[in-house]
Nanobody, 124 residues
Framework: QVQLVESGGGLVQAGGSLRLSCAAS????????MAWFRQAVGKEREFVAG????????YYADSVKGRFTISRGNAKNTVYLQMNSLKPEDTAVYYC?????????????????WGKGTLVTVSS
């Protein structure tokens, strides 16, 4: 049974930082590209960042480029999202997702597995 479990969300002031983690189990982690998506209240789910199977390739949404960093530890079956210089508009539920293959995932409809999400709230 595949499980993706996010952690690290919470309440932070604007300008602050958070580090999200996503622990994967039940799948050959090294065979999957990983990505983070987010969904704010009243908005559609949107892509945030993606990383290829080896960690060598990454891709970011323009809205987070230069502020967020995605990384992965294949030995720990974990993907991370370091979020710096947070803004109130970053407030959302953040989801981890996995896509089998060797490309950097960026599309929500291409993902094979999803976590349940972790809430990030940025106060002004």
């Amino acid at each position: 049974q595949v499980q993706l479990v996010e952690s690290g969300g919470g309440l932070v002031q604007a300008g602050g930082s958070l580090r999200l983690s996503c622990a994967a189990s039940g799948l050959p982690f090294g065979n999957y590209g990983m990505a983070w998506f987010r969904q704010a209240v009243g908005k559609e789910r949107e892509f945030v960042a993606g990383i290829g199977w080896s960690g060598a390739g990454t891709y970011y949404a323009d809205s987070v480029k230069g502020r967020f960093t995605i990384s992965r530890g294949n030995a720990k079956n974990t993907v991370y999202l370091q979020m710096n210089s947070l803004k109130p508009e970053d407030t959302a539920v953040y989801y981890c997702a996995a896509m089998r293959g060797y490309v950097v995932p960026t599309k929500s409809n291409g993902m094979d597995y999803w976590g349940k999400g972790t809430l990030v709230t940025v106060s002004s």
